[in-house]
């Protein structure tokens, strides 16, 4: 059983539900819509992603026969365990592309299908989808607030769990980082790696220099140097004293890195210490902690650091580790539906929305509207899966990472700040009047 | 190549520290060990957990033939790519076991073997120690407010991908919570698995009534009813009006679900009404963005709620989403080893943890000692592992939920609280005199 691939992966109450829509052949067109209700205080915007993901799944999704039976011993009914063995997902999926700057209330993807089928994904469709989009809306202010730095993904060790820590890799690339320390998302995805050495391998050998020596023999192309491990300058100098012989030997040293302290500071007597040398064609690269905020400080400061590898914050999400986001039925054998729990009503219906842009190609608004409703604007919803099939070839990483840098490039000014305080008013997400008419009358109807 | 068990799910830098270590032919013993550095400020305690993923991944880890030749292409050595191939964990494992209360500094797992096998498994165990260890912390705040509750996992939808979602089950189940809603993590581990209903089953169907009675006959036996979509009190009322026609067909309504709303509030309104109606044996089930403070005041309040269900919160431990965790080395070639990086420095050697109790059998005081003194008070750190076997069957996980079970009944009265400033003074975790004398002979050799 692949944990990546098995249905069984989902809350039982999907299982429960479609015994209930077995047992009564509720069998109509459903429509189910996957948004964030609200952004995270510290965000301006989102950047969707995951979709590769989630079409991926969709496409192969299969009970194995093993699984049925397992669950025929939990007490599922026979009717139920027949439908799940003949189970393929046939439905349609609209979705806006990975890397599109979205916003609260806007459906990111659409499922149509059969309601049983619909109903099914909605748990692994959640879970992979919030994570992406989770990673590369926080990775994106990474990306803004250090503009033209080299950012890398150290984040495997404490993202949660395995996949975390690959797509957490996939989804900060997308978002305009440049590489990752993850080695299977470098197999899987074709991201660049890069990575060095770590505090071990130092304290390993007698001396700093001759571990410093015996990385660049055994790694010539990769030679960047850990030099915090006892005294950051110091370890600076000895390096310095080692480069003639590494010279020698045909090694370029490609940077140090810099992983506690104050790092703007260290940056600074760092680069004098390697320019007075004449190695000024050593990058100097900073870990250890980092956030945003720091890199804001560290670039507007101008610490002399031209990368920056990010781990904890960027893998966790730390300061909002998750998206207030649903899955929610929309529409059912052709009727719109409405929730209308307290503090979590809905806008029914099947769903689009337009986006306008200002002279300067800037994003200036969006519309959602209902589906077949002509407006001004792009509509950033469109079809990828018709009756289970895609309608393209999965997408290459690095287009959806083009994508997501001219969204970036299209945000407002104010919208692209770290400091939620700095935006004067939220981006406008508007509703059309024919979707408010029909929230209107689904109202009276409930009421 | 299975997400969970491979080796490239790895930091790039365990590759070219192996590059190195290999290319020296350093292969002395290692001693690394695992530990917390410092607590969230929302914790007192930790409470450890994922050693059963860390020793079966140890166990079974070795590197595909693909997997070497996509190293190949990578630029590696011919000589590391022939030590890959053959490459299996042959080393010692020492680790207190799942379920044992354990605090910053003390090492939770140590990991002895020749460097370059106690360093490549670096990544993944502390991916693997890390989350469920905090996600274990994060559900024994729940267990400890809400004595008595029935507490279910309802997370894997918001969790970091499929094996947050699956492991944070596990770490919750260990904790004391009751159930979970993931399906795979029933089958997995055995957790009982509990589940109703979504929103989308109700607005599916014309009327609430209907949606219920249909639900009840599809799973007459787990007739929980989710009653927030249009108005909580009315669809009760419907549910009431609706029993007579749910036992004439043999089905006893076991609860009903609140999702929204003031939940104290709803659930004295909804108890009222089931039991003037003669149900008083229908529960109550809580859910809808719990947090174990908001458990902790429907407790206080006596809100007349049976069990909650706790989703992102948990499964994110949103308050705290990581540890400030590391796995160092403590020792090479038999020389204690230690790192001095400002604010990171470690203490040094092969180390035990000696933990006392008081008469009551409440723990009193942890000391953190070398390895081979002798002290009052139970070794923390047992014998696991040797030469890459386990010593003992893995663990049923019924017993280190035991365990975990026992360790929070001894915690003292001032760990139990959840809010940090009710904590009196921090739990003392004391130094041995050898262990510091160790640090300071060290601290003067690399002055």
């Not at 202010?141 to 797509?167: I, M, N, Q, T």
């Not at 929610?328 to 409405?338: H, I, S, T």
């Amino acid at each position: 059983m692949n944990l990546e691939s098995t249905l069984l992966l989902t809350d039982l109450y999907e299982l429960t539900m479609l015994q209930g829509y077995v047992h009564e052949g509720m069998n109509e067109r459903a429509v189910f819509e996957f948004f964030v209700r609200r952004l995270p205080k510290s965000r301006n915007f989102l950047l969707a992603a995951g979709l590769e993901q989630v079409l991926a799944f969709l496409e192969s999704a299969r009970f194995e026969p093993e699984e049925v039976d397992w669950l025929a011993g939990q007490g599922f009914h026979p009717e139920l365990l027949e439908w799940l063995r003949d189970f393929r997902f046939r439905g349609d999926v609209h979705a806006m592309p990975e890397g599109t700057v979205c916003f609260p209330e806007e459906p990111i993807l659409r499922v149509t299908a059969p309601i049983p089928e619909a109903q099914i994904f909605e748990s692994r469709i959640m879970n992979l989808l919030h994570f992406q989009t989770m990673i590369a809306s926080k990775a994106a202010r990474s990306v803004l607030a250090a503009p033209g730095k080299e950012l890398v993904d150290f984040g495997l060790r404490r993202a949660h769990g395995a996949e975390a820590g690959l797509y957490a890799a996939r989804a900060a690339f997308l978002a305009g980082f440049s590489a990752t320390a993850t080695v299977l998302a470098g197999r899987r995805f074709g991201i660049p790696l890069s990575g060095t050495m770590a505090h071990s391998f130092i304290q390993a050998h007698d001396s700093e220099e001759e571990a410093f020596l015996r990385f660049a023999e055994a790694n010539p192309e990769r030679a960047v140097f850990l030099v915090d491990t006892y005294d950051t300058e110091e370890a600076v100098r000895k390096l310095v004293a080692l480069a003639p012989r590494l010279r020698e030997r045909g090694i370029r040293p490609l940077a140090v890195r810099l992983d506690s302290g104050d790092l703007g500071s260290h940056a600074r007597h760092v680069r004098r210490i390697l320019d007075q040398a004449g190695l000024t064609d050593i990058a100097i690269f900073a870990s250890g902690n980092l956030t945003e905020e720091r890199l804001q400080e560290l670039v507007w400061t101008e610490a002399p650091i031209n990368g920056f590898g990010i781990g904890t914050s960027l893998d966790t999400s730390s300061d909002a580790p998750y998206l207030d986001c649903v899955y929610k039925l929309e529409e059912y054998a052709g009727k719109p539906r409405r929730k209308r729990s307290e503090g979590k009503a809905t806008w029914p219906g099947c769903k689009q929305v337009f986006r306008q842009c200002d002279r300067e190609g800037k994003i200036a608004s969006d519309l959602v509207a209902l589906e077949g409703e002509e407006h001004p604007g792009d509509p950033l919803l469109l079809p990828v899966m018709r009756e289970g099939k895609r309608l393209a070839a999965p997408e290459p990483l690095r287009s959806s990472r083009e994508r997501a840098a001219r969204s970036l490039a299209s945000l407002p000014e104010d919208l692209r700040g770290l400091v939620p305080g700095a935006v004067s008013a939220p981006y406008p997400v508007r509703f059309s009047t024919k979707l408010d008419a029909l929230r209107r009358t689904l109202e009276r109807a409930l009421a």
